[in-house]
DNA sequence: TAAGTACAGGTCTTTGAAAACATATCATTG
DNA sequence: CAATGATATGTTTTCAAAGACCTGTACTTA
């Protein structure tokens, strides 16, 4: 469904929800450490999520990666965007370019309406909502 | 979504469906021109389904691809699991190896309605249907 | 208080593996 | 024998992953 980078960072924003704070930022081998993932590889979708804005970072000493009241409020949504781009929300499901509402590929209407539902769900889901959601029910990141 | 190699497969198995019988088989230039694909790649994908029972097909000169009662009962959903496996139906959105009822990912419980939505919206779809909604509406294969 | 220095994110380049695609050869059948 | 699917192997492209190096921040210290 997404791709892997694209769940590198889904993981590493939903760890730093749930750990980091203004006053409490995590570098990156933590966030690394925390979800199982390559360190150069989470850094830099990090750093590419820092650019477009979903992510705070601070350089220097006890700096860091930390989420605050401005991109708390970023959605699934946003990131699967900003790493897959919006191909999974609007592009036609067997890759055809002139597939419309005018000349629909056979899978177009069926898919229509499950794209629809993936994109309401992604974009219903704040990480500032998981923060609270994980210290409740045990869900897991790691992968080993 | 799915897979390039899977969307190709789809698009093949329904242009044999509105092309071909047992008593009209279709070579594998003709079925690669009728999509856009490349041919050895096509030719590969369908031996392929053909060994897996999903697709009929005879050797020989006015040989070729075809479709009889049994392969023309295939759902769309048979073809995505021969080629794509069945990951996007049972795997974890965040390809964690662990996540289950008992241990869930932060994504598991909106993506399990998800996922049981696109398997049956496959699984109700039969290439023998196909072939009467493809002559009716307009319903394109090509990339160009 | 202003250089120096260590720390940690940011950028760029290179490597490795897998997926996509192509070529050549073999096997079957009318 | 000729046409056509089956098989095996090779090439290209893409993408995950790693490495080396750059830049900004904060603390130290004379």
Known sequence: M???????????????????????????????GGI???????????QQLSKKGLVSSLKGPS???????????????????????????TGCALGLSHCSEQYPCPLHHEFKKIRKEIHEALKSTRLSEFNEELLQQ???????
Chains 1, 2 share one sequence.
């Open 2 to 32: 997404f791709s892997k980078t694209c769940t590198y960072a889904i993981r590493a924003m939903l760890f730093i929800a749930r750990h980091a704070e203004t006053d409490n930022k995590l570098g990156i081998k933590e966030i690394a």
């Open 36 to 46: 199982d993932a390559p360190e150069h590889f989470i850094a830099k979708i990090l």
């Open 63 to 89: 700096g860091g990666f930390y989420l605050d009241k401005k991109t708390g409020k970023c959605t699934l949504a946003d990131i699967v965007q900003a790493v897959d781009g919006d191909s999974l929300f």
């Open 138 to 144: 045990f869900t897991y990141l790691k992968n080993r």
